[in-house]
């Protein structure tokens, strides 16, 4: 049993009634404690001189370890449990996100001109020139966000319906990080030609589409499809946004050991979209010698049973993990929990670089190699170097739309990298620093301004 550490994710609020007098709330907060339960607000709802009623938040380390901390609280004598809340499901609950008109509809006249008959002449200027309905619709700043729910998070092959709560929280992120609208497209179906061809009827609507948890090998192929049959940018967060901040973060990781992206041996654990992608832009980025596994070991030219992608990255050696850890320099994990041992870590080359990003449980946990390793990074936010997303995908759409970019190339993903990592300066630097947070509110124009630079220099920018 891997113990976690109690985050958000697993939050609940607790509405006890305690006798008003000394003691009473200490020995609530105290049974939580016990449990290992982690505090948050509290907060006093209603007092009279006998009885306090009480909220109080806390953060759990799963529904069981959160089921555990309740009992612990009902057990108290004189202590009335009134409520449990889950936070998580109620901040779901009605849906995130909700669409909002930006001009307000005071008379017959501003109704004339929002909608009939005055619209009828925006109408007619779009037909005559289609290139208006950039700078007289929402167009220029709309992103669909298309799955098929094959992939949800690393949960598996959910579905359309269960993959809606992931599509509007990326919904919330692009607009709260780079104030782009965006809207969940949660496909009931799964096949390839459908999906392209629905995504392309629905294009005139959006200025860019991000593919999210669909399923390999597949999601290699819509995308490509969709890249040369559309004039949109088409990017798929889980390929190149877990590579671009991968990447950044590996630039940084290899200053604080000296070392060149050249020169190390680096493993991949997993051959899936986002292992795939890593490799290819780690090779675009200059690396030579990449080992790339998936569970039954290293991507070998002597296996028959390797897809299109993975024979792309098949060596000579074969073997196990255990084995092509041996000697690196770097290991990056989007696998599955657990796979990797202390002993494994021990067997790399001085100074390795683990990024263990299998979420929510990683490959690896920190705490058992944090003495042997130089840096060490996860998906998870709770420990230091997360590799998040967010860095990338809200910067890279904001650049791709304002400069009207056609598609989006691999230069672009470099320099979104090199753009990330640059805003983590050298007396910042450090083993547990190697990335920004996503909350540093210059990742989005930095990133943007990065991206529309590659997109001019690769002549895909049409302003």
């Known amino acids: 049993m891997i113990h976690l550490t109690p985050n958000p994710s697993f939050s609940l609020t607790i509405r006890v009634e305690v006798p008003n007098r000394a003691g009473m709330l200490a020995s609530v907060t105290q049974a939580i404690a016990s449990v290992g339960g982690n505090l948050g607000e509290i907060t006093l709802v209603e007092q009279n001189r006998k009885i306090s009623t009480r909220d109080i938040s806390i953060d759990a380390a799963s529904s069981e370890h959160a089921e555990q901390i309740v009992q612990a609280v009902k057990a108290l004598p004189d202590i009335q449990t009134i409520d449990v ?101 949660c496909l009931a179906t799964q096949d390839t030609d459908t999906i392209i061809e629905i995504v392309k009827n629905i294009a005139p609507v959006f200025g860019g589409v991000n593919l999210e948890d669909i399923s390999a090998p597949r999601c290699f192929e819509i995308e490509a499809r969709l890249r040369q049959e559309m004039d949109i940018p088409v990017f798929h967060d889980d390929q190149h946004g877990t590579a671009i901040v991968s990447l950044a973060a590996l630039i940084n990781a290899l200053k604080l050991v000296n070392k060149s992206i050249e020169d190390v041996r680096i493993v991949i654990n997993g051959a899936g979209a986002a292992g795939v992608a890593i490799a290819r832009l780690l090779r675009k980025a200059g690396a030579k010698t990449i080992l790339m ?71 690896i946990q920190p705490e058992l190699v944090m003495d042997d390793v130089a840096v060490m990074a996860t998906g998870r936010s709770d420990y230091p170097n997360q590799i998040n997303n967010v860095l990338a995908f809200p910067g890279v759409f904001r650049g791709a739309l304002d400069c009207r970019a056609s598609t989006i190339t691999a230069n672009m993903y470099l320099e979104a990298a090199s753009a990330i990592a640059s805003l983590v300066n050298a007396t910042d630097l450090d083993r547990e620093h190697i990335i920004p947070s996503v909350f540093d509110e210059r990742v989005v124009t930095v990133v943007a301004a990065a991206v529309q630079r590659a997109a001019r220099q690769d002549g895909v920018a049409r302003r």
């Open 85 to 185: 809340y889950d936070r998580t499901f109620n901040l779901h609950r009605g849906g995130k996100i909700h669409m909002q008109s930006k001009l307000p509809l005071h008379n017959q006249g501003d109704l004339a001109m929002a909608y009939t008959p005055g619209v009828a002449r925006i109408c007619n200027a779009i037909a005559q020139d289609p290139e208006q309905v950039y700078s007289l619709t929402i167009k220029s700043n709309m992103v669909a966000i298309v799955t098929d729910g094959s992939a949800v998070l690393g949960l598996g092959n959910l579905g359309p319906e269960a993959a809606l709560p992931v599509m509007e929280g990326k919904a919330m992120l692009f607009k709260e990080f780079a104030g782009i609208d965006a809207f969940p497209i």
């Open 293 to 363: 596994c998936d569970s039954k070991g290293i991507l070998s030219t002597t296996r028959p049973d390797l897809t299109e992608q993975k024979r792309e990255f098949a060596v000579e050696a074969a073997g196990t993990l255990a084995g092509a850890m041996s000697g690196s320099d770097v290991f990056l994990g989007v696998s599955a929990p657990g796979v990797v041992t202390p002993d494994m870590v021990r067997s790399m080359a001085a100074n390795p670089i683990v990024m263990a990003m299998a979420n929510p449980i990683p490959e």
